[in-house]
């Protein structure tokens, strides 16, 4: 089913020069937009709290995807199936997708915060998973195990601050 699922999406590719030049903004650049917006938006509103826990939970994000690629080794499409060519070059391992599980922690960062806003950073979490996919340097259970991560380490950072918040006496 992963690569059903893979090869649906990829071959959406290939077909036009500016619809691969969108995927690889979106799937390479687009994060970088994302975590920009998130930030704007909570200068904007000026919570520390919510900075807090979209820097950290980011963070933990970031370097548990790296860790749990070196742990897990999994290939990415283009070194398994020959007919796959990447729109871009990448290297490392796939699992879990480190752009996916970052854009996913900051996008429940701030929808613990803001639901409304929350939502708008999942959509936009979930463009950046699909589109790697359609890149073919992501299968769809790298993606999901990026969201899985991302959210988790949004939730464990929340529930943290939350613990030391309440030891502090603070509010």
């Known amino acids: ?13 290939h077909q036009s020069q500016i619809f691969d030049n969108l995927i690889i903004f979106l799937a390479v650049y687009f994060i970088y937009v994302v975590v920009v917006l998130a930030v704007l938006f909570l200068f904007q509103r000026f919570s520390w709290k919510e900075i807090i826990l979209l820097c ?14 070196i742990l897990f080794h999994t290939p990415r499409p283009f070194d398994i199936f020959s007919q796959v060519q990447s729109l871009f070059l990448e290297t490392g391992y796939a699992f879990p997708s480190g752009h996916t599980a970052v854009a996913t922690a900051v996008a429940f960062a701030i929808f613990f915060t803001n639901k409304k806003t929350g939502y708008l950073f999942m959509f936009l979490a979930l463009i950046i998973g699909v589109t790697r996919i359609i890149a073919g340097v992501h299968f769809p259970v790298d993606i999901l195990g990026g969201f899985i991560l991302g959210g988790i380490f949004a939730y464990l950072v929340k529930y943290v601050y939350n613990i030391v918040i309440l030891l502090c006496g603070k509010k």
Do not use: H, P, R
Request: hydrophobic share 65%.
């Open 1 to 13: 089913m992963n690569d059903t699922i893979f090869f649906f999406f990829y071959n959406l590719a």
């Open 56 to 69: 950290m939970s980011a963070g933990f994000a970031f370097v548990s995807a790296k860790i749990l690629k």
